[in-house]
Structures are given as C-alpha cells and as structure tokens.
T-cell receptor, first 114, second 113 residues
C-alpha cells in the first residue's frame, strides 16, 4: 500500500535554530509531493510542492524541501525558525498519474521554544 | 478571492443521528475533496468530486456519502452517527487537475455524544 511516513511526531527547537522535518514515501514511478502547515483551529495551508523539475523547492515563510528520489524522501527545512512557526506540519503525496487522492503523513508537531 | 468556506464550523450530535456538512469551493474551482482528521488516524481521504461526479473514494463505510452540485458546492452526509465519527472534517478545492494545489477550508468540528 502506498504510504507516507513522517519520522518524528514532535520536534522541539529553540527560536532562531535550524529545523528539519523528515518525510519518506513508498516508492512509485512518479509522485507529486506537498508540505502543508496547520495552525490551531484552522485548515491546512500549502507550504510548498514538487511536481517536476528542480529537486530543491522553495516555499512560503522561508521553508524549503528537497526531493530525493533514490531515498524516497522529501524533507522540509528552515534555516532559522520563529515562534510563529509553531504548528502541525503534514507531508502529502499524490502517486502515479496524479488522478489519485492525496495520501498524508501523520504529521509532525513543531514547537518553537523562546 | 474568497477562500473555501465550510458550514457549520462546529456541530454536536448524538449517536444514531445523521449530519450534513457543506463546502463552498473557491470560485472557479471544480474539484472538491473531503478528509476526516482525527488524533489517532490523522488525515484520511473520504471522497473527491469533479463536475458533480465522484471520481475517487476512500475506505469509509457506506454511512459516509457526498455529492456535488452544478455550482461546484459540495455536501457530505454521515448517517447513523457513531462516537468514532467525532472528528474535524476538512474540505479542499482545486482548479481542475488532480495534482493542482488543494486549498483547504477551516473545517467542521463534529462531536458525537
């Protein structure tokens, strides 16, 4: 079965420190990759996406992610976090032709400590 | 441009009742997807509609159903509610293609007592 694994359920990090949130997906010929953020009592907001082309993708709020096909990973990074980055982060994948539903990881709770 | 709207935002029902949730996509978007979010299971796909046709369905019992109207607005219905149906139900819309960015609404928080 196609699956998405977010290796860390919770990540505490001090303000202005770098952070990496890890995401691995089950292998497939083609994938479309997404990172979403969810703030308390809100829906999901797209941070960035990889559809094709450059494997390094830049998104909003200073986040970036790198698609690594050989390791089937799509890790999210930010060089310096702020208190306002405290939220739940979800990695999501669409497999194959693209006419398939998004498969979400379980989420990673990022807590930024002052 | 207005975002995805969902009504109601909060709902409390008792076991055995039925409920209907509504979603209005962003103007011009023709695809609407529904997800159930719970602490234990995370985000699970319910179904996706495009041009009033269901084109994908997740692994949920038949108590969960949906439809889409000609103006792209969508509703989902849950009949014979169970305690385990308590969740945040999220609706997302996208322009046309499946891999387009999905824009999510704020969700409907359903509590079943």
């Amino acid at each position: 079965a196609q699956s998405v694994t977010q290796l860390d359920s919770q990540v505490p990090v001090f303000e202005e420190a770098p952070v990496e949130l890890r995401c691995n997906y089950s292998s497939s010929v083609s994938v479309y990759l997404f990172w979403y953020v969810q703030y308390p009592n809100q829906g999901l907001q797209l941070l960035l996406k990889y559809l094709s082309g450059s494997t390094l993708v830049k998104g909003i709020n200073g986040f970036e992610a790198e698609f690594n096909k050989s390791q089937t990973s799509f890790h999210l990074r930010k060089p310096s976090v702020h208190i306002s980055d405290t939220a739940e982060y979800f990695c999501a994948v669409r497999y194959d032709s693209g006419n398939t539903p998004l498969v979400f990881g379980k989420g990673t709770r990022l807590s930024v400590i002052a | 441009k207005a975002g995805v709207t969902q009504t109601p935002r909060y709902l409390i029902k008792t076991r055995g009742q039925q409920v209907t949730l509504s979603c209005s996509p962003i103007s011009g978007h023709r695809s609407v997807s529904w997800y159930q979010q719970t602490p234990g299971q995370g985000l699970q796909f319910l179904f996706e509609y495009f041009s009033e046709t269901q084109r994908n369905k997740g692994n949920f019992p038949g108590r969960f159903s949906g439809r889409q109207f000609s103006n792209s607005r969508s509703e989902m219905n849950v009949s014979t509610l169970e305690l385990g149906d308590s969740a945040l139900y999220l609706c997302a819309s996208s322009l046309v293609l499946a891999y387009n960015e999905q824009f999510f609404g704020p969700g409907t928080r359903l509590t079943v007592l």
